[in-house]
């Protein structure tokens, strides 16, 4: 178990790290595109595409990250009023729920689109739009790891163990 726990702490500690960089990218090529736009009168077609893209995967990132804390929005009025082990079983459902769904929309459809647009060039950038879409797989891929640690802690009673830390 104890295992886990530290792959789950290292998989937090690279998302959360990835995000804080990713946000203050974002903060700096907005504040470039602020300049350029009202200061120097030309504006950056390639820092709206940049900030764009950067929001798109840090949100994606993030909403793995917050999986994996089972920080997620939820309507809890089912099983707050189920005992202990109906809310087990409710939270074994519902990771799987995410998982299966992760697992065919985010993964391989993630990955399907991503083959699709290797093609295309992003506008101002040029990079392929497939190379965009990676954050969809690979953010797929980390929900469905939390899923699974998610579950293997409902299981062994260490959910509420996890939630506390």
């Given at each position: 178990?104890?295992?886990?726990?530290?792959?789950?702490?290292?998989?937090?500690?690279?998302?959360?790290?990835?995000?804080a960089v990713i946000f203050a990218a974002m903060v700096v090529i907005?504040?470039?595109?602020?300049?350029?736009?009202?200061?120097?009168?030309?504006?950056?077609?390639?820092?709206?595409?940049?900030?764009?893209?950067?929001?798109?995967?840090?949100?994606?990132?993030?909403?793995?990250?917050?999986?994996?804390?089972?920080?997620?929005?939820?309507?809890?009025?089912?099983?707050?009023?189920?005992?202990?082990?109906?809310?087990?079983?409710?939270?074994?459902?519902?990771?799987?729920?995410?998982?299966?769904?992760?697992?065919?929309?985010?993964?391989?459809?993630?990955?399907?689109?991503?083959?699709?647009?290797?093609?295309?060039?992003?506008?101002?950038?040029?990079?392929?739009?497939?190379?965009v879409y990676t954050i969809i797989p690979i953010s797929g891929v980390?929900?469905?790891?939390?899923?699974?640690?998610?579950?293997?802690?409902?299981?062994?009673?260490?959910?509420?163990?996890?939630?506390?830390?």
């Open positions: 178990m104890e295992a886990l726990h530290k792959i789950r702490k290292g998989i937090d500690v690279a998302l959360s790290s990835a995000c907005g504040t470039y595109q602020i300049v350029t736009r009202f200061i120097f009168k030309s504006p950056s077609t390639v820092s709206e595409e940049l900030l764009t893209y950067s929001f798109t995967w840090m949100a994606l990132l993030a909403s793995a990250y917050v999986f994996g804390k089972r920080d997620h929005m939820r309507m809890g009025f089912m099983a707050d009023k189920a005992g202990p082990a109906g809310q087990k079983v409710l939270g074994i459902i519902s990771e799987v729920l995410i998982l299966v769904l992760a697992g065919s929309v985010m993964i391989y459809g993630g990955v399907t689109i991503m083959d699709l647009t290797m093609t295309q060039s992003t506008a101002s950038l040029g990079i392929p739009m497939g190379v980390l929900i469905v790891v939390y899923a699974l640690l998610n579950i293997i802690d409902l299981v062994t009673g260490q959910a509420a163990a996890s939630n506390a830390e």
